[in-house]
C-alpha cells in the first residue's frame, strides 16, 4: 500500500508492507504518475512502515530517482532502518540519495 502527501512542491509518498517484485510494480506505476503529474522539487520515500525489500526495492528507488531528477527534483529516503537501510547502502544508494531517519 502506498500514500501519497501532496504539499505542492514536496510529495511523501509514505510506504507499507513489503516491497518485492509484485508490490514494487503497483508502486512504480502510481509514483511514476504522481511525478509525472506534480513534476516535485522533492519527492521522500517514507520507509517506516515497510518490514522487508528485496532488490526489486532498490530498482524502485533507482527509477524514482531518475524519474524525479529528470523532471528536475530531488529524493530522499526517510525513516529506512535495519535490514532495508543495510540494502540501500549495499546496494550503493546511499551514495546517490540523502536519507533521514526520524525518532
Same mark, same amino acid.
Given at each position: 500500500?502506498?500514500?501519497?502527501?501532496?504539499?505542492?512542491?514536496?510529495?511523501?509518498?509514505?510506504?507499507? /508492507?513489503?516491497? $518485492?517484485?509484485?508490490?514494487?510494480?503497483?508502486?512504480?506505476?502510481? #509514483?511514476?504518475? +504522481?511525478? *509525472?503529474?506534480?513534476?516535485?522539487?522533492?519527492?521522500?520515500?517514507?520507509?517506516?512502515?515497510? /518490514?522487508?525489500? $528485496?532488490?526489486?526495492?532498490?530498482?524502485?528507488?533507482?527509477?524514482? #530517482?531518475?524519474? +524525479?531528477? *529528470?523532471?528536475?527534483?530531488?529524493?530522499?529516503?526517510?525513516?529506512?532502518?535495519?535490514?532495508?537501510?543495510?540494502?540501500?547502502?549495499?546496494?550503493?544508494?546511499?551514495?546517490?540519495?540523502?536519507?533521514?531517519?526520524?525518532?
Amino acid at each position: 500500500m502506498l500514500k501519497i502527501y501532496n504539499d505542492g512542491k514536496r510529495i511523501t509518498a509514505a510506504l507499507f /508492507g513489503d516491497i $518485492d517484485h509484485h508490490s514494487a510494480r503497483e508502486f512504480r506505476t502510481e #509514483l511514476d504518475d +504522481v511525478i *509525472a503529474r506534480s513534476r516535485p522539487e522533492l519527492l521522500v520515500l517514507d520507509f517506516e512502515n515497510v /518490514g522487508f525489500m $528485496d532488490s526489486s526495492g532498490v530498482g524502485l528507488v533507482l527509477g524514482r #530517482l531518475r524519474a +524525479v531528477n *529528470a523532471a528536475g527534483g530531488e529524493l530522499l529516503i526517510k525513516n529506512a532502518r535495519g535490514e532495508i537501510a543495510q540494502m540501500i547502502k549495499l546496494s550503493g544508494l546511499s551514495s546517490l540519495i540523502a536519507s533521514k531517519t526520524t525518532t
